[in-house]
């Protein structure tokens, strides 16, 4: 790859020639006339991208000016070309109509669409007509790509082509994104945007597998992996905060094609997870028994959720920051209870029962086979056949703790998933640059305190083996036989699983919140009310997550559009900037969640977090893979800007090392994301694709 692919926006490498504002004070209209007059066709393939700076600052025969910098030279250059192109403009569109005067306009102006060409082209100014409406691409620095309608710049344009452009861009008006989001909207969304079923519901799995310690470990690995991921993005998107997201980054940086993979793979991940939230709602409402969820007002209940998930993402965009912003607050300020509460049910310190805790459910020695009771840090054996007997005809020894822990980490990134849309959502922001970065530094404080420490306390407070935790496999049924199922109900009775009235729904062999741990150790302690409160929370939790699921992947559908890689229709905005056609297309795959009414609803559930939670690693790992490339292309442009410059932005610590560790660690976790059907009796074909789905269309090529 040349050197000048790996930054095709940032000009050439050679020194141009810059007037000071002094000179472009003189720079009159004769002046401009003279030169455009005097200057012939030009091959754009091979000419500096800053044109009119060069270009005038040669017949002014000015010295180069000193900069700080390369990366302010840059922004100077650019600003004065910006200001060059605005005064050509306003001379050529006062001049009189003529049919011997030739104005230069570049090819992809002309609306030529079987020209291969890339050079400037004479046509009599007659045959034109001035249009300032056509929309500038998010990323153009005055270059022209070819076909791409977005991209044009303002200009002048064929008459012979004035009803295509007036009609499209002229009537109405073409409008992007805009940057609205304040500061504090991107802190909170970095905090607790899209923390939800995950952290609260689905944690069960890893605890029922791998144990307290077992399953700490899996969200500590995974944590890592995110933070890698999070810590690299930040900076590509700070250096270049409008460069289209997760497929911009990917394209720029690696491969074109590779960047459109991963994005629709992106956005199929979140648009499949929009979904996934509105059907954990639903089952958490089968809590309260009086709704009569499932039953004929599930279809009520999944159209309200929908309605007010896709009405928040056809508001103003500042509207979804506030709602996240004030979404956060109760999020955080819930969480933060739930876990200075379990460090006190913890000592003894709750009513009616005191009961200190402490460590019981991490000592290995007080596990009973007999009554099949199993305690510790770890399950007794990898069994994913287990339905709450103890976990004792599995793998045993290292090989199962480390087949348990692996396990815990493929589940515990459908729990990080959607961590880095502060990034999407930075180009919205006022000032990215000094936003984003702030933002990323706040996730040290998500995955620290309202995973790693809610995992821990949670884990102290409940038996892993405790039958109403959720298994691995959702679909196994109800136990084969009565005795099986009296065994069963003792275990759960010795894990004071009887101080509460609930019903575990058998639902597809699934379950509602009485599954979730949280609900589970208040239940244990006798606290039945609050536990029903806190259900009411895991119903808000997934609303809100699932509107910042529907938030990513609309700008995600976006920004593939104005890239050229899905129809221009989704980069269709309103005047307040809402892509509303990306936010109804997307969100009409919502409609998903009507599942819900059948009894297989689970089921279903089940296969749409393997999907999003492989699809979210392959994310991740692209996006570290797509770091290493930025970062040794920085290092083959240092005439652009270095790492070490005073004007970067923002520098991700331990580089590229960091990358390399979230590289190698995400392709590890993608590559074992379902390694159990590999083992002997587990073979599932629809486990099989669902978990490997999303890899197989990354890397399949059309016949």
Request: charged share 15%; aromatic share 14%; glycine share 8%.
């Amino acid at each position: 790859m040349d050197q000048d692919d790996l930054f095709p926006n940032r000009g050439s490498s050679s020194s141009s020639t810059l007037p000071d504002s002094t000179s472009l004070r003189s720079v009159d209209t004769e002046l401009v006339k003279e030169v455009l007059e005097a200057t012939d066709p030009v091959d754009l393939n091979h000419v500096d991208k800053l044109y009119f700076t060069n270009l005038f600052g040669m017949h002014l025969k000015q010295d180069q000016r000193e900069f700080a910098s390369d990366f302010e030279k840059f922004n100077k250059e650019t600003l004065m070309e910006e200001r060059l192109r605005s005064k050509v403009s306003k001379v050529l569109s006062s001049q009189q109509k003529s049919n011997h005067r030739l104005r230069v306009v570049g090819s992809s102006d002309t609306w030529d669409q079987k020209s291969d060409s890339n050079s400037f082209k004479t046509i009599p100014l007659n045959e034109t007509e001035w249009n300032e409406n056509v929309p500038i691409d998010l990323e153009k620095n005055f270059e022209t790509i070819q076909d791409d309608v977005s991209s044009v710049e303002k200009g002048f344009i064929p008459v012979s082509k004035r009803n295509f452009v007036s009609e499209w861009y002229h009537k109405p008006k073409r409008y992007n994104i805009q940057r609205k989001l304040k500061t504090r909207n991107l802190l909170n969304i970095a905090l607790g945007g899209t923390i939800g079923v995950g952290i609260l519901l689905s944690s069960g799995k890893g605890f029922s597998i791998a144990g307290p310690l077992g399953c700490l470990i899996g969200f500590m690995i995974t944590g890592m992996v995110v933070l890698a991921t999070m810590l690299s993005f930040c900076e590509m998107v700070t250096l270049l905060p409008l460069c289209g997201g997760v497929s911009g980054v990917a394209s720029r940086f690696v491969d074109d094609a590779f960047g459109f993979a991963l994005g629709i793979g992106y956005w199929f991940s979140y648009t499949i997870g929009l979904p996934t939230e509105i059907i954990a709602a639903t089952i958490m409402l089968s809590y309260y028994e009086h709704l009569h969820v499932p039953g004929p007002s599930t279809s009520a209940w999944v159209v309200f959720f929908i309605v007010v998930i896709v009405s928040i993402n056809l508001c103003d965009v500042r509207v979804y920051g506030e709602v996240e912003y004030f979404s956060t607050i109760i999020k955080v300020l819930a969480l933060l209870v739930l876990i200075i509460f379990m460090v006190v049910l913890n000592a003894g310190g709750v009513a009616p029962s005191h009961e200190y805790i402490g460590f019981r459910y991490w000592d290995s020695s007080k596990t009973n086979r007999t009554e099949f009771i199993s305690n510790g840090p770890f399950r007794p054996t990898f069994d994913l056949a287990d339905k709450g007997l103890g976990s004792f005809n599995g793998i045993g020894g290292n090989l199962g703790r480390f087949c348990s822990v692996l396990v815990a980490c493929v589940l515990a990134a459908y729990s990080y998933v959607g961590t880095e849309i502060v990034l999407i959502a930075g180009g919205e922001s006022q000032n990215p640059r000094k936003a984003i970065p702030a933002a990323t530094k706040v996730i040290y404080w998500r995955i620290i305190f309202f995973y790693m420490l809610a995992i821990f306390v949670i884990g102290l407070n409940i038996n892993s083996g405790d039958p109403r935790l959720l298994r691995f496999y959702t679909d196994g049924g109800a136990p084969a036989d009565s005795q099986e199922q009296q065994d069963i109900q003792s275990v759960m009775d010795r894990n004071n699983g009887n101080n509460c009235h609930f019903t575990l729904l058998k639902w597809g062999g699934f379950s509602n919140g009485n599954q979730s741990p949280w609900i589970i150790a208040l239940q244990s302690a006798g606290l039945c009310s609050f536990a029903a409160v806190l259900n009411a929370f895991l119903i808000y939790f997934a609303l809100t997550a699932g509107s910042s699921q529907l938030y990513a992947s609309s700008r995600t559908l976006y920004y593939l559009s104005i890239q050229g890689k899905v129809p221009k229709v989704f980069g269709i905005c309103s005047k307040r900037g809402v892509p509303y056609i990306s936010v109804l297309f997307t969100g009409s795959f919502s409609t998903l969640a009507f599942f819900a009414v059948e009894q297989n609803t689970v089921v279903v559930f089940s296969r749409y977090l393997s999907i999003c939670a492989s699809a979210g690693l392959i994310v991740w790992t692209g996006m570290c893979l797509s770091f290493i490339r930025f970062y040794y292309g920085l290092q083959l442009r240092p005439d652009i800007i270095t790492r070490n410059d005073d004007n970067y932005p923002y520098r991700s610590p331990f580089q590229p090392y960091l990358a390399y560790f979230g590289f190698c660690m995400g392709s590890i976790l993608v590559l074992s994301s379902g390694f159990v059907v590999f083992l002997n009796g587990h073979w599932s074909t629809t486990f099989f694709f669902t978990s490997y789905g999303s890899l197989i269309l990354l890397f399949a090529r059309p016949t």
